[in-house]
């Protein structure tokens, strides 16, 4: 069984400033994939960055930088040079691969951008 | 990214009435698409999966028969909450993959669904 799990329910950053969301996960199996989305008030899903288990590399995409360390099993988003639009839920989700391609997300983290 | 499009984004209705939700992906044929339900400060849970032209599969608790999902083609997937009741009242969200080797799957704006 999978299970994603974010610690942090709500996080304080000062805009400009950087500030890392943890997530950890459980899986048994070797392929998956691990995303990171951004819910503002309005209640859409946007989608920030993904990483897939095999891949050497951290993912970035601009502001967005995903921590991945397989061994410890968790996969931290960084955001960098925080800004006021940044204030919003972001949730940690998890897809298998080998089981239906279903998305399970982690608890979410409220983030507050401070002016 | 690939646009997926959830219409309404909010609906009032009274209890014991149906409600119908779309969910259409828009310039990508979705072979398979995922409804959610999120309770106020809750994450997502996913109620159903939905293959074009199958049966959809719903998670443990979840009433088949009050959550109704039909995904007659590859760019639309319906869900009927039928008989509804306030504690039905949520936020529904879809999401729509296409294909193999995709690595997103693409949300549409959800509808908050209020039954007085």
Redesign the interface.
């Known amino acids: 069984a999978q299970k994603i799990t974010q610690t942090q329910p709500g996080m304080f950053v000062q805009e400009k400033e950087a500030v890392t969301l943890d997530c950890t996960y459980d899986t048994s199996d070797p392929s998956y994939?691990l995303?990171w989305?951004k819910q503002p008030s309005?209640?859409?899903?946007i989608?920030l960055i993904?990483q897939?288990s095999y891949d050497q590399q951290n993912a970035t995409e601009g502001r967005y930088s995903l921590n991945f360390q397989k061994a410890r099993k968790s996969a931290n988003l960084v955001i960098s040079a925080s800004q006021l639009g940044d204030s919003a839920m972001y949730?940690c989700a998890m897809?298998d691969n080998n089981a239906?391609?279903?998305?399970?997300?982690?608890?979410?983290t409220r983030l507050m951008v401070k002016p | 990214g690939a646009v997926v499009s959830q219409h309404p984004s909010r609906v009032i209705c009274k209890s014991g009435t149906s409600v119908k939700i779309e969910c259409r992906s828009l310039d990508f044929q979705a072979t398979t698409m995922f409804w959610y339900r999120q309770f106020p400060k809750q994450s997502l849970m996913l109620m159903a999966t939905s293959n074009e032209g199958s049966k959809a599969t719903y998670e443990q608790g979840v009433e088949k028969d009050k959550f109704l999902i039909n995904h007659a083609s590859l760019t639309l997937s319906t869900l009927t909450v039928t008989s509804a009741h306030p504690e039905d009242s949520s936020f529904y969200i879809c999401s729509a993959r296409g294909g193999r080797g995709n690595t997103e799957a693409f949300f549409g704006q959800g509808t908050r669904l209020t039954v007085v």
């Open positions: 994939g995303f989305y309005s209640g859409e899903m989608f993904y897939g949730f897809r239906g391609n279903m998305l399970t997300f982690g608890g979410g």
